[in-house]
């Protein structure tokens, strides 16, 4: 191993070293074994949400945006929160696998695979609302700088142009992440597979021999490449937040909102790991290669943290709404608390400020119960906060005659059941098809005297 | 290249080749989804005279949509009428025109017209006939009828009402005319103070001091635009004085709500307050002039405060204010306050304006205004129709089976006649219960001619070919002679067009003209003849037994709330209801459309425990009817209204079965005329619940400087805005230090310097617009200009439920104070549109370059380029940006409607926004004329289509770079001000500061 390689194992990591090369591999090729009932039941119905989101949107291309709850001048709504949402969920994937990485947080090998793989599906989930709902979906590509006749570029002072550029690449290296992260061991696993499972497997794996040069580079590169992901955590969601913050509504227009933006995405999608792996590592049998104790336990300590600085842009938001004088921003943020909104006000405080604050205990830490239960309101609160950021605050700008409430249908809540079906029925055929926890990296911690016996 | 393939099977020009093929084919076939169908260009097979492809041919003819007889500019393109404009010639609207009388063009391409000509059939429907035997039915009836013939039209316009009288008069026939909303107790009591059997005219203009006593001038009553234009001149701010404004009456209508005073006198108490402030008024001149002291000695200050509720200093000081004002002007007679005693009031007033020596000064008789029947004569015609004496009836622009009171039997006497025949363009109530149909053509198109009143003589003439299979009703009244024979032999004109060239003959020759033809040409060009009014007539008072009467109102029913009703300002007496433009058009004082409403006051709202939408059943002695309350702090506690002019059962798609008809909780007609104030209802809530169609979001400014106003003093001293508030002590001075100041203007200026580059820093026009809020009265003329214009579409009530109206331009209404129980609001109306921010919010956020600045400072909008993010209108702050939700423009305008669009811009798709543009169109139109005449534009040439139509010229707009426009003129008034200053988004519009009088403040 080089210099680079992945973190060796520290004092924490003592639970993993009752294991063997050899059990970590059939442990892990032993997920992808012939799906079971519940796994089919549990595919189907992604999958039927997906068909619901298309049936929606093929009615929303064929009349227009009109079935949707739009009620000016709430412009945007139920899609815009939901494309947030999803684009906030991705990163906690590329915060554990590549952050944590070059920080050296052993912890992360058991889970990064797995959030990994949400990172990519949430943004290719999110890639999809920009184009859903635009008043003319099938000219999305004019938001594209692309050569044409008319001479015309789109225009980089709109926030909206970062964003394709942001999501673009962030789609871009995430994936690029994921699958090269997934050489080594979709190669182990192309060695005890067959038919034309193994044919993608040899794709997927481009000829990994595992020979020490393989290794060299393979170790190298991932570390540029984590370097490469590294600054997109932040950047991607400092982006998405300007898409309000460059704006003058009041209630967006704030100077705080990248780095509160960042860190309710590392929220969310923390909440959303935790509410994947729960239920997964049982359904696979890996329980004990995700402990609560050391996982678990580590992975509460981050939602408390970023919780906690989101309970500070809260207030903050706050103060400086009152601080200011401004009239405008102090009516956007008391009708927040106390307007027709309130009670999406307060879900998103509730869920997200204050329910994170359990998280100070360990044994709320490591009960699964509790945080599976926590993690479910971190997704709500998380989602209200768009809501209540997106609609409240569009809701009451500048002209009171303008002021109306949204009234959302069945045509918001199909592209909302939609976009999870789409999500789950991508994380579901990764969770069956390959690797859902990274082998080598575990291999790697298991101390030496136990490496005999298993495939390299 | 096959052998290269053997090589590399893709070299980097063929990749390129094949990307660049395949991502353009894919574009294409992606693009061709957005273009609905080809649609085919034919040219004239024989190039029309007058018709140039892409260039408007005016005509000039004249609005018959309601009596005042205004004359209009029809815009006409390839043969088609496209807008209605006010004829600047024309003395009634001199240019302008109302929200009704644009919508004219709604009614001529209504979908719900009837077609040709229709006879009963054996299953109860309609058959379609042909006009030759639609003529030899009525001929062959007529000949049986003999003198059992009647006839009801509405009232008379001109040559076709002489013709209409002369050919029933012939068949020994009677005729009835009815007009919902006549002036019978105008007329009444003018014979009986005056001697005069008339109505005046008056002008607004002139007076210094204004009371109506529930009459609403400004929408309904009388000739609304020349009053509107009046009371612009009047009560506008000019610098000088200001006309105060009382209104007394229960309810505010639109006259109301621009009142400097709402005194809420009892329901059918004005004339006690009338006749007491003449009996003031009287006093202070000291000796009697005019003989009246006696009759008017009963009416103290202490006994009218007794009857209408206010009190005695209130009167005192308001016949102190209206005797301090000369001239001044009481006007009365509105259906708002037509109880069983109206004549009363009428004569209260008459006295009043006598007393105080307006009569002959903005009162004017002799003005010959065209008076109907009055309702005696229709009740009468309806006992015979009764009574089987009647075997023919002919109705001719008229619908008294919507028109009056389901309790007054019309209807079911009317369906016993053996033959009812109806000239109606639509099929309407009346008409749904004829036997044949006779449509005629549309005021559009035919010849005929108004007489408004002395001295005006407006003409109309056809500006297109009909729409449908239709005549002239003048030519199947002498088609029917030619038939018939006998009796109407004498009928001998051989079209109706040669008929009316010779009565015009005739006026030529009475008028002295000698060049009749050259006569003829000259009306036709400038659509009428109009000569000075005759000299207003010597007026004495003519008191029979010189005596006064009060009455103290009764109503009927034991309800404990008086029933009022009133015209809608857009619908009329219903007659809109067909008109989308009118239906979507919100009322100007509810800003609901659609459907009818309740208007309860916030304290009988709480008594009853109502809000806004809970569905009340009101039930008088007549009937009862269900509509949802609207708390409306404009009405008395012991009061509610609903407006007439909905719940109609026929009358096309657009007006049936929305709302509910007023009319039905009201008795028969007593007199001459339906007296709408006589009921008292029962009010029941009922539990259901219907969301009001409002496009009203809050109604309160909450302090940000929307809709400002200073008091007349600041105003005449030439305060702005700010300095008034200082000066009063309500403003908050400049927390920034002068450094701050300092660089705020840097930062602003520099701002500014950047948008002096490329093309910008070249010679371009700057369009710019003024609104004076102290003319504007709210009346939304404007927004029907703009409809019609811009080829808005309208969206129906179940978009507007959800907020998604098109109205580019809009009213807004907020109230101001009257937070106090029992403390009326006032309000504040300000049009809102695009403003044109020179540092527009909506430009950078576009990802796409749709919304993009223009270099003479529009804010442009690419229909063709927009994707419909929708980030524009999030950033808009005055939110005037509408984005197409469904495809509006495929459901808008359903056949032959769609023949009103505007050839000049686009019909935008669904998935775009749009918004004001100034009118580009015009603008751009404008700049080819000046260029293809190698001349600058000049100011006043054109403007925009609000600004045209607004009755009270409140509107300005032009270059402001050229100081000598007016509107760069109007915009350095010390009023002005710009909406949201703060944000430094450097608006084009500039709203010139209402001016309150101590009442209102």
Known sequence: MSAAAPP?????????????HADVTRDVVGTLSPPTRGYVLLLLGAVSLFLLGIVTFLVLVKDGLGHAGYQPPIFWSVYITTFVFWVG????????????????SPWRTAVYRSTEAMTVFAVMTAGLFPIIHIGRQWI?????????????????????????????????????????????????????????????????????????????????????????????VLSVHSVVSWDFAVSIVPGWHGTIFAPYFVAGAIYSGIG?????????????????????????????????????????????????????????????????????????????????????????????????????????????????????????SLSNDYIPWAWDQLNPTWADWGILAGSFGWFGMWFLLFAKNFPIVAIQEIKEMIPMPRKRGGHH | MPDDSQHSTVDRRRFLTVLGVSAGGGAMALSGCSTDRVQKLVPYLVQSEDQVPGVATWYASTCTECTAGCGVHVRTREGRAVKLEGNPEHPVNQGKLCSRGQAALQGLYNPGRIKAPMARSADGGFAEITWDDA???????????????????????????????????????????????????????????FGLDQVPAHDFGKAKYIISFGADFLESWGSPIENQRGFAQ??????????????AAPRRDLTGLNADEWVPIKPGSEAALALAMANLLLGRQGEDRVGLTAALASFTPAMAARETGLSAQTIERLAGEFAAARPSVAVAGGVGSQHAASTEVCAAVNVLNFVAGNIGQTVRFGADLPTADGHAELARLSQAMDAGEIAVVLVHDANPAYTLPKSSGFAARFAKVGFKVSTSLYLDETASLCDLLLPQHHALERWDDARPRAGVHGLMQPVMEPVFNTLPAGEILLRVSRKAAGALARFTAPTWDEHLKTRWRALAAELGEADAAGFWHAAVQRGGVYRDPPAPPEVGLALADGRLSYTRPTFEGDGSFTFLTYPHPMLHDGRGANKPWLMENADPVTKITWHSWVEVSPGAARTLDVRDGEMVELRSPYGAVEAPVYVYPGIRDDAVAIPLGFGHTAYGHFAQGRGVNALD???????????????????????????????????????????????????????????????????????????????????????????????????????????????????????????????????????????????????????????????????????????????????????????YHTPDGLNGQVYNRCVGTRYCANNCPYKVRYFNWYKYNEQAWPEPLHLQLNPDVTVRARGVMEKCTFCIQRIRDTQNHARLEDRPIRDGEFTTACAQACPSDAIVFGNVKDGAARVARVKQDSRGYHVLEDLNVRPAVTYLAKVLLAAEA
């Open chain 1, 8 to 20: 060796h194992p520290t004092a924490h990591a003592g639970h993993l070293i009752t294991q063997t």
């Open chain 1, 89 to 104: 969920i991705g990163h906690a994937g590329t915060l554990i696998s590549a952050i944590l990485f070059l920080f050296r």
């Open chain 1, 140 to 232: 999305f590509y004019w938001l594209l700088p692309y050569p044409n006749s008319r001479f015309l570029w789109p225009n980089f002072k709109s926030p909206l142009i970062w964003d394709v550029f942001a999501i673009a690449t962030y789609l871009t290296v995430s994936t690029t992440f994921l699958v090269f992260g997934l050489v080594p061991d979709v190669a182990a696993v192309r060695d005890k597979a067959s038919g034309w499972r193994k044919t993608i497997y040899q794709a997927v794996s481009v000829g990994w021999k595992g020979t020490d040069n393989q290794w060299r580079h393979y170790s190298r590169a991932y570390l540029y490449l984590a370097a490469l992901a590294t600054p997109l």
């Open chain 1, 272 to 392: 959303m790991v935790i509410t994947l792996i729960i239920p997964l590592r049982r359904a696979l049998r890996i329980e004990h290669m995700i402990t609560a104790d050391y996982h678990f336990d580590n992975l509460g300590k981050l939602t408390l943290l970023t919780g906690s600085i989101l309970f500070y842009a809260y207030g903050m938001e706050y103060f400086v709404a009152w601080y200011s004088g401004n009239i405008f921003e102090q009516t956007t943020f008391y009708r927040r608390a106390f307007g027709p909104y309130w009670w999406a006000g307060w879900t998103m405080i509730i869920c997200n400020a204050f329910v994170s604050q359990l998280l100070w205990f360990r044994k709320v830490r490591t009960n699964l119960t509790s945080l599976f239960v926590i993690s479910i309101f971190i997704n709500i609160g998380m989602w209200f906060e768009r809501f209540v950021i997106i609609v409240s």
């Open chain 2, 135 to 193: 003529i030899a039915r009525l001929a062959g009836k007529l000949g049986e009828a003999g003198n059992r013939l009647s006839v009801i039209s509405g009232a008379p316009r001109g040559t076709f009402s002489d013709l209409l009288a002369e050919w029933t008069t012939a068949l020994g026939g009677r005729l009835v005319r009815h007009e919902s909303f006549d002036h019978e107790p105008v007329r009444a009591a003018n014979r009986q103070v």
């Open chain 2, 234 to 247: 009047a009560h506008g701010f000019t610098g000088g004085d200001v006309a105060k404004f009382v209104y």
């Open chain 2, 665 to 851: 909780l009201l008795g028969a007609p007593r007199g001459d005329f339906v007296p709408y104030l006589s009921t008292r209802v029962s009010v029941r809530k009922t539990g259901a619940y219907r969301k009001l169609a409002s496009v009203a979001g809050v109604p309160r400014q909450l302090g940000r400087g929307i809709a400002e106003a200073i008091s007349l003093e600041a105003a005449k001293k030439g305060l702005t805005v700010q300095q008034a508030y200082l000066e009063e002590g309500r403003g908050k001075h400049e927390v920034n230090t002068e450094l701050e100041l300092e660089a705020l203007r840097g930062w602003s200026e520099a701002q500014r310097r950047a948008t002096e580059h490329g093309d910008y820093a070249k010679e371009h026009p700057q369009w710019g617009m003024s609104i004076d809020l102290a003319k504007c009265t709210g009346c939304s003329a404007c927004v029907t200009a703009c409809y019609a214009e811009n080829n808005i579409p309208t969206v129906g009530e179940s978009e507007v439920l959800r907020g998604r109206e098109m109205t580019w331009l809009r009213i807004e209404r907020y109230w101001e104070d009257g937070e106090a129980p029992g403390a009326a609001p006032a309000a504040r109306f300000v049009p809102m549109l695009c403003q044109h921010c020179g540092n527009a919010p909506c430009e950078p956020v576009c990802p796409v370059y749709a919304a």
